[in-house]
């Protein structure tokens, strides 16, 4: 904030009984309290508010020590004095996240490698929604508006976890449609403009978004939260979010030992700890399942969902929290769609008694795209650095020069989307990574390498690194 808008702003402050610098406080402590100099607003050095008010140094210097000992200012040396409090942010109003603009702005004759989902309905969602018709025709009084989910779904959610050994009530469940609304209802409830929300770097774009459209400031830290402690103790954050489970991107999974701890770190400072278990069921063949972070601390919140086991365009998520947690973000939910698609919810009912029959069918497939995908690559581009994964959906891979955000615009041009690691790295220590996923038939995959390899040789890295993720544009 510039001295004459100060000045402006403070209007007739001298003209009042006593000391001036105890009315030029009282004066700059109207603004404060008005929401005039907001909080983080930056105030005039010493020496320039003094010559803009026409008083000496030291009638400022006594204001602002007056102020600080009440707390509405904070003076440092070297970051100069400032208004008490978070600043506020203003969110953005729409995205620019590549991921998205793949869903918003789809090219026929490009492949995209960025959103990753299962590509085809599997014969058992047919027959899921066949199974449930006769429910939906018997249903009689009843408008189908159910903030919290379908209690058979809510059930049949709260069964698959005790399967695995998390005791659950149906009360504990909140179905929403997909993860990615879940993730953006837990950050409207959690969060408020300026407060730090601690995730992995690099991590999945979607929940970086839903942080940040509630203002959020983004710390990341290396893959399972390593330095969760201190990053609890410098930044206090309001929120934190992991996925110990084939990482997106990194295809990592943390052991039982490190998923204990962060559990229980978080858990000690009262700090709501996300765990996304969308890609949890995602192993090839012959790998375990492992643990929920939500059988080491009752306050983790724990996010499902069948977009990614299942097929993208079935709608189905859901929370697991404490009850109270529950009917708290039912109530956010109903404000803007009341509660969901019920005869998706019916069929998905049916559903997941059967998944994990589905989902040992499906990993060999899963498996032979990721050898197929990986082999390809090799051999068309064998300077990139592929590492395999165990499961999940996607490769995490290091570029031998240039940077991430230039060569997707360079394969954009050549009919492939890809991330950009650095869109994925609140840190920005991922530039020359890129993201891309294995979920396509195996000639489709075949293609895309085809036009990656022809990008990269044509690719000439810029001069200077690029930093912003690219627009989903030829």
């Not at 620019?96 to 995209?112: A, G, H, K, T, Y």
């Not at 999945?204 to 509630?214: D, I, K, T, V």
Request: charged share 20%.
């Amino acid at each position: 904030m510039e001295p004459i808008d100060v000045t402006d702003r403070l209007g007739r402050w001298s003209a009042g009984r006593g000391p001036l610098y105890a009315l030029l406080a009282a004066g700059l402590r109207g603004l404060i309290e008005d929401g005039e100099l907001p909080p983080g607003a930056l105030l005039p050095p010493d020496r320039t508010l003094a010559v803009a008010l026409s008083v000496g140094r030291s009638t400022v210097v006594a204001a602002y020590d007056l102020l600080q000992d009440e707390g509405r200012i904070v003076r440092r040396q070297g970051s100069g004095t400032r208004v008490a409090g978070r600043p506020r942010v203003d969110p953005p109003e729409t995205t620019s996240e590549p991921m998205f603009l793949d869903l918003l702005e789809p090219r026929s004759d490009v492949i995209s490698l960025a959103c990753a989902a299962p590509d085809r309905p599997p014969v058992e969602l047919a027959e899921s929604y066949a199974a449930m018709l006769p429910a939906l025709a018997a249903t009689t009084d009843d408008i189908g508006y159910y903030p919290s989910g379908h209690p058979r779904l809510r059930e049949a959610v709260a069964e698959y976890y005790r399967r695995r050994g998390l005791p659950t009530e149906a009360g504990q469940i909140l179905v929403t449609a997909g993860a990615q609304q879940a993730l953006s209802l837990l950050a409207r409830a959690y969060l408020r403009p300026g407060d730090h929300v601690v995730v992995e770097a690099p991590t999945y774009p979607g929940a970086l978004e839903a942080f940040r459209a509630e203002a959020a400031v983004v710390s990341g830290l290396p893959a399972g939260l390593h330095g969760f402690a201190g990053a609890i103790r410098d930044l206090r954050p309001a929120l934190a979010y992991v996925t110990p489970t084939y990482q997106n991107p990194t295809g990592s999974v943390l052991s039982t030992l490190v998923r204990r701890s962060l559990a229980e770190t978080a858990a000690a400072a009262a700090i709501p700890l996300i765990d996304d278990e969308v890609l949890a069921e995602l192993g090839f063949p012959g790998q375990e399942t492992p643990q929920p972070l939500a059988l080491f601390a009752d306050t983790v919140l724990t996010i499902g969902s069948l977009s990614k086991s299942v097929w993208g365009g079935l709608r189905i998520g859901w929370i697991r929290a404490a009850t109270p947690v529950v009917a708290k973000l039912a109530r956010l939910r109903a404000v803007h769609d009341l509660g969901g698609n019920l005869p998706a919810q019916l069929a998905a009912a049916e559903l997941l008694p059967r998944l994990d029959g589905l989902l040992r069918t499906e990993a060999a497939e899963r498996e032979r795209r990721h050898d197929h995908l990986r082999a390809e690559l090799a051999h068309r581009i064998p300077e990139w650095d592929v590492p395999p994964v165990r499961g999940g959906q996607t490769l995490w891979i290091r570029l031998p020069r240039g940077d991430g955000a230039s060569f997707a615009q360079a394969a954009l041009r050549h009919r492939v989307s890809i991330l950009a690691g650095g869109g994925l790295d609140p840190t920005g220590g991922t530039d020359r990574y890129l993201r891309i996923h294995f979920q396509h038939p195996l000639e489709t995959l075949t293609t895309a390498v085809e036009r990656l390899a022809e990008a990269w040789r044509t690719y000439r890295p810029p001069a200077t690194p690029a930093t912003a993720a690219p627009p989903l544009a030829l």
